[in-house]
């Protein structure tokens, strides 16, 4: 079945580490997005990637980098810039083809914790 | 600015019907979503409406948009256990060659017997 993997589903890391979440989707899609998730709010863009080797910035992208070598790999970096970086992240893709009416579909998400 | 409201939570009974609601403020919104979040879990799609609409049914689910006061609905009728989740209403535009979207803080329906 296609579909979005995020792993892993639960990462803990201490504060002034890097990490690396995943995101691979089977989808064949070509736009992936990384969305930040905080109780109470909605869901922010961080990075948002509509071809191989581009992306571009979102809403919050401060303290975060990403990269996109192939089509079904998204990979998101929360850096020791990130202020507040314990979250739920979620990961998305798209089939975009300028068609304005293709929905997110969604992976599972990771929830981060920084102590 | 783009801002999407959404009241935080709802309670109902079983069988009853639930009514989500949400206002958003930019009038070039070409689709409005509706998400289905499980504890734990990402967002799945439940359904949208292009912005010409008035209305979409989808078996259990009807939603309503009235474009002049920027309002959507979700009413679920029949309303089960199993939907007892976090229902995120969301309006999507062309911003920069993308789609771009707005998702409001999401209404927790809690359903009791």
């Known amino acids: 079945d296609g579909g979005i993997t995020q792993s892993p589903k639960y990462l803990f890391r201490k504060e002034g580490q890097n990490v690396t979440l995943s995101c691979e989707q089977n989808?064949?899609?070509?736009?992936m997005y990384w969305y930040r998730q905080d109780p109470g709010q909605g869901l922010r863009l961080i990075y948002y990637s509509q071809i191989v080797n581009d992306f571009q910035k979102g809403d919050i992208a401060e303290g975060y980098s990403v990269s996109r070598e192939k089509k079904e790999s998204f990979p998101l970096t929360v850096t020791s810039a990130q202020k507040n970086p314990t979250a739920f992240y979620l990961c998305?893709?798209?089939?975009?083809?300028?068609?304005?009416?293709?929905?997110?579909?969604f992976g599972n998400g990771t929830r981060l914790t920084v102590t | 600015g783009e801002d999407v409201e959404q009241s935080l939570f709802l309670s109902v009974r079983e069988g009853d019907s639930s009514v989500i609601n949400c206002t958003y403020t930019?009038?070039?919104?070409?689709?409005l979503y509706w998400y289905k979040q499980e504890p734990g879990a990402g967002l799945q799609l439940l359904t949208y409406i292009f912005s010409n609409m008035d209305m979409k049914q989808d078996q259990r689910l009807t939603v309503l948009l009235n474009k002049k006061d920027k309002h959507l609905s979700l009413r679920i009728a029949d309303t089960q256990t199993g939907d007892s989740a976090i229902y995120f209403c969301a309006e999507s535009f062309p911003s920069g060659g993308y789609n771009k979207l707005i998702f409001g803080a999401g209404t927790r329906l809690a359903v009791h017997p």
């Open positions: 998305a893709s798209t089939d975009f083809g300028g068609s304005y009416n293709s929905p997110l579909h």
């Open positions: 989808l064949n899609h070509d736009a």
């Open positions: 930019d009038s070039s919104s070409t689709y």
